[in-house]
């Protein structure tokens, strides 16, 4: 005898297993872009940061470079011998012993003129950085007892170097270095030049 064996009727699909495929697949689609969103905005502030640094460094560089002009300037009296570092640059008229302009505010940077440029040049690795560089002269000038007023009248005779004890002009230097990206830092110093 034969049986008949009924199968039962296959449901029809409702498209379940798409739709949570689609969902999952959003979802890993969703995670992917916020992962290189991420990646991106950690890119770009490790570039702001090394940008940052590179304008900090050409600030202090062309101020240490300033510095180191005026107090041969300051000795020499002149800019004729004076040793200047060869990425300094400014006018052979310019005289850091004179006044600062009165129009000149040190607390409102944009009031400053700019007296020297430091610049290092591009190269194929580094982009190109540097700073402006503001002298404001202190109108004071220290002459301690036994320093001689003949430094001050500027004698430069053998015995100079005994008359120094003491006698200094005032500054101040800011610098203004900048970097790509539009990075800027402002750094400055008091400096106090020896007169010899």
């Not at 297993?17 to 995670?31: D, E, M, N, Q, Y």
Request: aromatic fraction near 8%; proline fraction near 2%.
């Amino acid at each position: 005898m034969h049986t008949i064996i009924r199968k039962k009727p296959k449901k029809k699909q409702q498209g379940a297993i798409l739709i949570i495929g689609l969902i999952l697949l959003t979802i890993v689609g969703i995670a992917a872009i916020a992962s290189i969103e991420t990646s991106n905005l950690d890119y770009r502030m490790a570039s702001n940061s090394a940008f940052k640094s590179q304008s900090f460094q050409a600030s202090e560089t062309g101020r240490v470079s300033a510095g180191n002009a005026i107090k041969e300037y300051i000795y020499d009296r002149s800019w004729n011998s004076a040793n200047k570092h060869i990425n300094l640059s400014f006018e052979e008229s310019f005289n850091p012993l004179a006044v600062s302009n009165q129009s000149e505010d040190v607390f409102d940077t944009d009031t400053l003129e700019t007296d020297m440029n430091f610049s290092v040049a591009q190269s194929a690795t580094a982009e190109k950085v540097s700073s402006d560089i503001y002298i404001l002269r202190i109108p004071m000038t220290n002459a301690a007892s036994g320093g001689g007023l003949q430094q001050l009248a500027g004698y430069r005779g053998a015995g100079k170097g005994v008359a120094t004890s003491g006698s200094a002009i005032y500054f101040e230097l800011r610098s203004k270095g900048m970097a790509k990206g539009g990075a800027q830092t402002v750094t400055a110093s008091e400096y106090r030049a020896f007169i010899q």
